[in-house]
């Protein structure tokens, strides 16, 4: 088989025309196990992503360059609703993996029952399980070994070990991990098993062309058939575009992301007869809680996220950041440089009810994007924070900000902790992150109700398929580009075989 190419804005030449059996929109984690699947069973495959190709050594390990280069609006999207909730996608070939922390969970079997009773879903556990497995051991998933999670994760199992927790060290996709703790700025060792280092070259061997920097804006349909699509390929510093490019293609896959797609299907007009084109975002928010110790910790060395604790619709895992985020991140009064090394860090993610909609607004603009939070899930942000405090304190804690970032004044036991964090504790209290945007294109049985058949393929269009995290019919509670990769290449499968 003749191996595919890696294109981008300088060699794809204007007026290029190109024919697959199959070409997909966005090359990230779903996108990437599309092309991988699809070019096993011998498809040809053209993947457009507007993102660009970074080697190790093009990149900046600072927050300002990587959200200019390697984030969706420049890393500076926001959910506006009751809550001001700013969000993360990626935008690179790899798409949010190439900037993710290489966290590997499968879907809770309690998500994908609870996903065939009330959403139609044919993805049982049983038939899920072999996917999981495949996806893990191309990825090289591996448990996190204590001496890569170092100080922050260690100190946090300590903490959880004395109160006897549900925790252990996460699975990451990450076989060449030095522990340097910037996974969120592109990995500058590339030790990360982002997609652009496994699922994509081996596609490419297979005959994959990708072009990146090639901004997908128009689904060809014939008759009601996805028929191909028109992207733009963008110029490299002002993402203007230059010329375009077709592809004509059996089938079209959307892996664009809950932000991607459905601006896609949105700007064409198309698969909307339900309404929930956008509708129904998740994002799975954060809050984190922050400690400091007589120790040095020294955050920033070891794994970006390397221990987690379970909890009832939420999991509490450690995380790193770069100084200037620890710096803006806590009361400056209390804190300085020099005690940053005696820092330590866990986040609370939900499985959050809350949703919100995305909405294309033009060509170039940025999306609209909305974000209402509920009691329900404020509740499990105020648990999750005791929780980690109670963690920080059991591990030997001189104090703890329950609620990093919003300026909440350090506490120096567990009884000030929850005093701190009222049962009423107001939702503007808390200060939420969101990197997971999931369900935007749910799938169900019915048209009325979802965008696509738990198959992938939309109601409306034929042969048009969706295969990322807009699939999911609500939040799937755990980090989800195992979910993601392992849905895709089951939908990629079923095509492959049944045509
Ligand atoms: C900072 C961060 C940390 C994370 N950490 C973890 C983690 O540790 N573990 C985990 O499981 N998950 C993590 N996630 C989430 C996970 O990476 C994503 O859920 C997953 O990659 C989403 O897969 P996807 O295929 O839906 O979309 P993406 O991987 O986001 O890929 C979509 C791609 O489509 C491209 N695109 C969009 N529109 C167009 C268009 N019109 N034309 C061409 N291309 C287009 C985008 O540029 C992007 O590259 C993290 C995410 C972020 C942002």
Known sequence: MTPGKLLDSTNIA???????????????????????????????VVVLEEGRSFAETDLVTKPSWAFRHLYQGRGIQVGRGNIVLPMAAGRAV???????????????????????????????????????????TALDVAKTPPELARKNSLTFKRGADKLGLDGDFISRNAPGCVGCGVCQLGC????????DKNLLPRAISRGAMVLSETHAHTILVDKGVARGVVANVLSRDEEAPMHEVTVEAERVFLCSGAFGTPQLLQRNKLCNGSGQVGQNLHVHPGQATGAIFDEEIRYWDGVTQGYFVHMDGAILETFTGTPELY?????????????????????????????????????????????????????????????????????????VWPLMSTGTSMVTSEAEAIAALPDDLPKERLVLYGSHPQ??????????TSVCKPTGETHEVEKLYIADGSIFPNAVGVNPQISIMSLATGIARDVAKHG
């Not at 290029?16 to 070409?23: E, F, G, I, V, Y």
């Not at 798409?95 to 994908?112: E, K, Q, Y």
């Not at 924070?385 to 304190?393: D, G, K, L, S, V």
């Open 188 to 195: 500058p060792t590339g030790g990360k098993g982002s997609v």
């Open 439 to 448: 369900s935007t294109c749910k799938f169900g049985p019915d048209k009325a």
């Open 14 to 44: 204007p007026g290029t025309r190109l024919k697959a059996d199959a070409c997909i929109v966005g090359s990230g984690a779903g996108g990437a196990a599309v092309a991988h699947e699809l070019t096993k069973a011998g498809m040809s």
């Open 327 to 399: 710096i803006a991140g806590l009361p400056l009064g209390q804190m300085n440089l020099g005690k940053l090394k005696h820092l330590a860090t866990v986040g609370c993610m939900i499985r959050d009810s809350g949703h919100g909609s995305i909405t294309w607004q033009g060509e170039g603009k940025l999306p609209s994007i909305t974000y209402d939070t509920n009691d329900a899930d404020r509740k499990k942000f105020v648990l999750g924070a005791r929780m980690n405090a109670r963690i920080w304190f059991a591990a030997g804690a001189k104090g």
């Open 94 to 136: 790899g798409g949010s993996t190439f900037v993710n922390s290489a966290i590997c969970f499968r879907t809770p079997d309690h998500v994908l029952d609870e996903w065939v009773k009330d959403h139609g879903s044919p993805w049982t556990k049983e038939r899920m399980a072999p996917l999981f497995g495949e996806i893990e």
